[in-house]
């Protein structure tokens, strides 16, 4: 499985970018996804997950009410639409694939990674 990331750039605090993450064979469909990001000196941490079917989603704490995590399984592709953006956002981005149909909220439980598309939040 290889995963696509795009949809990344500059937005103004209180803004919105819409990312996406496209996968180049089904089987991505039966898997969990999960975005996390990374800032510059900081872990790779968690930022939203879905299982397969899109039924129950997980947000870590500092985007709940603002990021919003869906998936189109007929386009192997994953969405994360942010909204109310801050500064503190700013990141590269990487979607990723779990072990299993369900999601998980660690790096261990993801098996598949995409390239990081950044995303910059200015005040």
């Known amino acids: 499985v290889q995963l696509q990331a795009s949809g990344g750039g500059l937005a103004q605090a209180g803004g919105s970018l819409r990312l996406s993450c496209a996968a180049t064979?089904?089987?991505?469909?039966?898997?969990?996804m999960g975005w996390f990001r990374q800032a510059p000196g900081k872990e790779r941490d968690i930022v939203a997950a879905?299982?397969?079917?899109?039924?129950?989603?997980y947000y870590a704490d500092s985007v709940k009410g603002r990021f919003t995590i869906s998936r189109d399984n007929a386009k192997n592709t994953v969405y994360l639409q942010m909204n109310n953006l801050k500064p503190e956002d700013t990141a590269f981005y990487y979607c990723?694939?779990?072990?299993?149909?369900?999601?998980?909220?660690?790096?261990?439980?993801?098996?598949?990674w995409g390239q990081g598309t950044l995303v910059t939040v200015s005040s």
């Open positions: 064979r089904r089987t991505s469909s039966n898997n969990g």
């Open positions: 990723a694939a779990a072990l299993r149909s369900t999601y998980g909220i660690r790096r261990e439980d993801y098996r598949y």
């Open positions: 879905i299982d397969w079917r899109g039924s129950s989603t």
